[in-house]
């Protein structure tokens, strides 16, 4: 799990530990572990939230019984500069929220009509000259272009 976010929680103060750099767009790739190092979180239920830029609606992930959790993909859907990350437990623990700068992707969903043809244009292209080529075979075959080698 080397795409992980670390954190530790000490009292009710989250510090980001990793210098990990995460970047915009990516889905289950991207996980977060946590480091409890005061007592009033053993044995509990935990729960981190993950907030986008300044939303003040969370999206909250309970921690796997070895303080891990997959980042939730929506926060990071471009455009995004930050997500913030806070840690709550029982009735009721909380922290502050840590923030983690996210690169842009280099990814795009839009379409654009490209100057330079697609790939698969290109590909099309070269399938359609190999066929014109085969084809251009087979008719000087048909055509009586090639001779019988015996007949020499």
Do not use: H
Not at 74 to 84: D, G, H, K, Q, W
């Amino acid at each position: 799990m080397d795409a992980q976010l670390k954190f530790t929680i000490t009292d009710q103060t989250i510090k980001r530990t990793d210098t990990f750099k995460p970047v915009s767009d990516s889905r289950d790739y991207l996980y977060a572990g946590f480091t409890f190092t005061t007592n009033e979180w053993d044995n509990q239920i935990k729960t981190a939230v993950f907030y986008r830029d300044d939303e003040e609606t969370g999206y909250p992930v309970v921690l796997s019984q070895n303080d891990t959790c997959l980042v939730p993909w929506e926060v990071l859907v471009s455009p995004v500069r930050f997500i913030y990350v806070s840690v709550f437990a029982g009735y009721l623990i909380t922290s502050n929220k840590a923030s983690v700068l996210v690169r842009a992707a280099g990814y795009s969903t839009e379409i654009i009509e490209p100057s330079t043809p697609s790939v698969y244009d290109q590909i099309l292209t070269r399938l359609q000259e190999l066929e014109d080529y085969v084809d251009e075979r087979v008719d000087n075959i048909d055509g009586g272009l090639f001779t019988d080698w015996n007949d020499n």
